[in-house]
């Protein structure tokens, strides 16, 4: 791939340190900022409150991962704040297409999410409406889990799909991604990486930010 970008998960980061703990990746691409509402998924992160005051603060553009129901609703408000991307998902919306129209008038980059057992099938005719689609790799709701290899196949038919229309559609994982693993979500066709605890667990995230973009790009 040409373009690869590395996207490190402050849910892995120290949440009273957020500060320090974001300056640390100030050589990552993006940063990204999972929203929990303790409904759509079984754990609770934080609301816009949070990501405006890591928006003021954070030394590259946030990549806002919305794990809630009804994003229809609350989806705008995270473009408006200044998020570089929001990204809602697909089992949640009511309306996907119109969320998405909206996010990009208010100028984010529109993102669609599935969980590993949600078919992409049906994104392939909406790639146009999308700037970026995040095929999760762990079941959503928590960092430290272990990739799931059976979500590949799908990624692979999205990949080629997105080829074959001439899309420029960025393709996200997250959840489990690492030294070990990245390499085989890169051969499927993503060309953005979420990490948390391969990041911000590490001695020095910036070696760690390194390593991982030499990695997908073998
Ligand atoms: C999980 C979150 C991920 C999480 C990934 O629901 O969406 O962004 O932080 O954590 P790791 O990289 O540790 O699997
Ligand atoms: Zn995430």
């Known amino acids: 791939q040409v373009g690869i970008r590395i996207n490190p998960s402050i849910l892995a980061a120290d949440f009273v340190n957020m500060q320090a703990e974001?300056?640390?990746?100030?050589?990552?691409?993006?940063?990204?900022?999972?929203?929990?509402?303790?409904?759509?998924?079984?754990?609770l992160t934080f609301g816009s409150q949070m990501v405006e005051r890591?928006?003021?603060?954070?030394?590259?553009?946030?990549?806002?991962?919305?794990?809630?129901?009804?994003p229809d609703r609350w989806a705008p408000g995270y473009a408006e704040l200044g998020a570089a991307s929001v990204t809602f998902h697909l089992e949640a919306a009511?309306?996907?297409?119109?969320?998405?129209?909206?996010?990009?008038?208010?100028?984010?980059?529109?993102?669609?999410?599935?969980?590993?057992?949600?078919?992409?099938?049906?994104?392939?005719?909406?790639?146009?409406?999308?700037?970026?689609?995040?095929?999760?790799?762990?079941?959503?709701g928590f960092g430290g889990q272990s990739f799931m290899p059976e979500t590949m196949p799908k990624l692979r038919r999205l990949a080629d799909e997105a080829r074959r229309r001439g899309s420029s559609v960025w393709l996200q994982?997250?959840?489990?991604?690492?030294?070990?693993?990245?390499?085989?979500?890169?051969?499927?066709?993503a060309d953005t990486f979420v990490a948390g605890s391969a990041v911000f667990g590490a001695d020095d995230p910036a070696n760690a930010i390194t390593g991982l973009r030499a990695s997908a790009r073998t």
């Open 22 to 43: 974001l300056a640390r990746i100030a050589t990552a691409d993006f940063v990204h900022v999972d929203v929990m509402d303790n409904h759509f998924v079984p754990n």
């Open 54 to 70: 890591i928006q003021a603060t954070s030394p590259v553009p946030l990549d806002v991962h919305l794990m809630i129901t009804n």
């Open 94 to 140: 009511k309306e996907p297409v119109a969320l998405a129209r909206r996010l990009r008038e208010i100028g984010a980059r529109a993102g669609v999410a599935v969980k590993p057992a949600t078919p992409v099938d049906g994104l392939f005719d909406l790639l146009d409406d999308f700037d970026q689609i995040l095929v999760m790799t762990v079941e959503p």
């Open 173 to 189: 994982v997250d959840g489990g991604i690492g030294e070990s693993t990245i390499a085989q979500a890169a051969e499927a066709g």
